[in-house]
């Protein structure tokens, strides 16, 4: 696990009573965190917190007027936008960080090798951390996601980043519905990246639900591949999708692409190792290698 440093400016400072503390620059925030079902380790750090979040009595902050109604953070080398939403979200998931920097790294060293750009495509994009990670290391990328808030806002990021003119198309669109859509039009994509929500709606609210609909995404998507891929990434927050089943899932399908899987929980975590890491979520990693 990589601990992070103070450069950073995403850091857990401590978690517990299902609660975390994290400090994004500036501002130090406390919001619900379900798994972290043990004691804070360092009490005496909660009266640093600005303001916080809490879903008890619906969603509701507390002291939102002491944050900016927006502010910018470096995490992992790309610039983000932040603002309090009303849903508890910042507009970044941290937890993403060794993803944004492995994508980096397999889009840099594919490039070398290929000696030509390489395609990614980010699915359920949101505020485009990975598109830009992808661009950052000379990808053309494809970001789609069905909120044209998100997109908008993935596309300030893309500007604070000085990638406003990179190759990056920007679609608003339900995933399946754009999935099935490219493949008719014979699009394939070196790299795909997909962080299914357990829930979520598409453009014209249709309903998208992992339980569901996981073995579609996934068979839509690898008929987006060539016969060389570079890179397969899924990643999620349901907790019945844990990092081993990621991995069979992935195994399973590229089984024919050679190649293989990693599997990992996606961690929070401090620049000191004395913070416990908070898992949120899983990955499994797909790479020709
Ligand atoms: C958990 S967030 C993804 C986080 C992102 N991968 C990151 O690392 O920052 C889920 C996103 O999926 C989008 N979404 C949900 N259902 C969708 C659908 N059917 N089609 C396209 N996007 C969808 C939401 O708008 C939201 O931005």
């Known amino acids: 696990m990589k601990v992070h440093t103070a450069n950073d400016d995403y850091e857990l400072l401590d978690s517990g009573d299902e609660r975390k503390l994290e400090r994004f620059g500036d501002y130090v925030l406390e919001r619900p965190a379900g798994q972290a079902v043990w004691q804070p380790q ?7 917190a600005d303001a916080a979040f809490d879903r008890k009595q619906g969603n509701r902050w507390l002291n939102r007027s002491r944050l900016p109604d927006h502010w910018v953070v470096n995490i992992a080398g790309i610039h983000f936008k932040l603002s309090g939403t009303d849903f508890g979200h910042l507009g970044v998931f941290p937890e993403q960080r060794e993803s944004w920097e492995w994508v980096r790294q397999e889009v840099a060293t594919a490039h070398k090798t290929r000696k030509k750009p390489i395609s990614v495509l980010n699915l359920f994009a949101y505020s485009g951390g990975t598109t830009l990670a992808a661009a950052q290391a000379g990808a053309e990328v494809c ?4 909120s044209k808030g998100m997109v908008d806002w993935a596309r300030e990021n893309a500007a604070l980043n000085k990638l406003a003119d990179a190759p990056i198309r920007w679609i608003v669109d339900d995933v399946l519905r754009f999935l099935v859509r490219e493949a008719r039009r014979g699009h394939t994509y070196d790299g795909i990246v997909l962080d299914p929500p357990s829930f979520g709606r598409g453009k014209k609210g249709e309903v998208f639900k992992i339980q569901r609909h996981l073995p579609e995404l996934l068979r839509l998507c690898y008929a987006l591949l060539p016969e060389r891929p570079v890179f397969l990434l899924l990643s999620c927050h349901t907790p019945e999708y844990s990092a081993g089943i990621l991995r069979n899932l992935l195994e399973q399908l590229m ?3 050679g190649g293989r899987a990693v599997c990992g929980e996606m961690l929070l975590t401090g620049s000191s190792p004395a913070v416990m890491p908070l898992p949120n979520g899983s990955f499994a990693r797909w790479a020709q290698g």
Not at 42 to 48: D, G, L, T
Not at 143 to 146: E, K, R
């Open 255 to 257: 089984r024919e692409k």
């Open 42 to 48: 360092a009490p005496e750090r909660w009266a640093r």
């Open 143 to 146: 970001h789609l996601d069905a």
